[in-house]
Every structure is written in C-alpha cells, then in structure tokens.
C-alpha cells in the first residue's frame, strides 16, 4: 500500500533553535497536511496545502507542497516550549482523496 | 463552534468484552473518521463514514464496526476486545474532502 515517510523521527533542540521536518512518498497527493499532537490531546490541524509549490505560514510554522506532489516539508522558527509534541504529516491521494499518514516527528526540547 | 466530541475519555475494559465508542461531530459536517492510536505510534485507519454510509474501512477485523446516525454522530464497536486493543481511539470530522478535525479520543485499556 501506499506508504509516507517522515523524518526524522525524534529530534532534540535548543529553546531557540529553528526546526525542519518532512514527509516523502511515491504516490502522488492533492492536498498535503500538517498536525500536531499534545500529550492526551487528538491532533490538530497546523497547516493545509492544496497546490503543488504553495509555501505558507502560520505564525512560526511554514509549510511547503513539493514541486513533484510527492513531498512536503515544515519549518518551525525560534523554537519555544510548547511547540513541543508530535507533528504529523498526511497527503491525500489524487484518486481516491484518502489520506495516508506519516509516522510521526516528535520534538522535545533539550532542558 | 463546539470541535468534535468524543465519549467516555476512558475506559478499562476485560479481554473478551464489548466496548461502544461515541463520536459527536462539528455541526455541519458530514463525513466522521476513526482512528486508532497505540501508545507512542501513528495513526491507523479504522473507518470512514459519510451521510450515513460506511466509505472506507481500515485493515482492521471484522470485529471493529460502527455506524452513523442521521444526525451524522457515530458509534464504534469492538467485540472480543483482545489486549492489543488497548488504544487511543480518535474521531475526526470534516465537510467532504476537507481537512479533518480531531476529538481528543477515548484512551481504552483492556485488561
């Protein structure tokens, strides 16, 4: 089945520091989204892409629908500490607009 | 705007029982998703309800089934709890092909 890959997997970083994550596949997708997930909580949705090449921003968090639709990245600047959590990607297929979910990146800020 | 919710937040149940999982959506939309999270790992797609009628289901056994109600709410069953079950079960919501919207989902245990 169709499969997405996110990376990395975990990551430390400085109070501070800017933060990149991404998500690849083979298959290529209409929509790519991104959300993150508080202990206990259900994810929430951060960013939402709909065109290939798209950049957009929401407060410190910038996201990018890859040029080929077959990736997309997310950028956090000036971290701080309740961006920790775990982010996750998802794409929505061209198809059959189901969506496939990334495995996860969680940020922990270093103390 | 009430976000999606969900009933109980948790439950602790015994291998070889029932559980019943209750979803209520953002009002106005249509489509209910459900997902099941273990602990510390990703997302796995369980079902996908829309006007009344199931669109997608997971690859999960026949066990985990649900329905939606007219009134676009929904319900997840699983019979035979088996201790791999004990999960976050999460619902999400959204208008048609638009991006999901998350409850904080139920926590079950099976013991």
């Known amino acids: 089945g169709q499969q997405l890959n996110q990376s990395p997997q975990s990551m430390f970083i400085q109070e501070g520091e800017d933060v990149s994550m991404n998500c690849t596949s083979s298959?290529?997708?209409?929509?790519w989204l991104w959300y993150k997930q508080d202990p206990g909580e259900g994810p929430v949705l951060l960013i939402a892409l709909y065109k290939a090449g798209e950049l957009t921003s929401n407060g410190r968090l910038t996201a990018q629908f890859g040029i080929t639709r077959k990736d997309s990245f997310l950028n956090i600047s000036a971290s701080i500490p309740s961006d920790v959590g775990i982010y996750f990607c998802a794409g929505q297929l061209d198809s059959n607009y189901q969506l496939i979910w990334g495995a996860g990146t969680k940020l922990i800020i270093k103390p | 705007e009430a976000g999606v919710t969900q009933s109980p937040t948790h439950l602790i149940k015994t291998r070889g029982q029932q559980v019943t999982l209750r979803c209520s959506p953002i009002?106005?939309?249509?489509?209910v998703y459900w997902y099941q999270q273990a602990l510390g790992l990703g997302l796995q797609f369980l079902l996908w309800y829309d006007e009344g009628e199931e669109r997608n289901r997971g690859n999960f056994p026949p066990r985990f089934s649900g329905r939606q109600f007219p009134n676009y709410s929904s319900e997840l069953n699983v019979n035979a709890l088996e201790l791999e079950d004990s999960a976050l079960y999460l619902c999400a919501s959204s208008l048609t092909r638009s991006p999901l919207h998350f409850g904080n989902g139920t926590r079950l245990t099976v013991t």
């Open positions: 298959s290529i997708f209409n929509t």
């Open positions: 009002s106005g939309h249509t489509s």
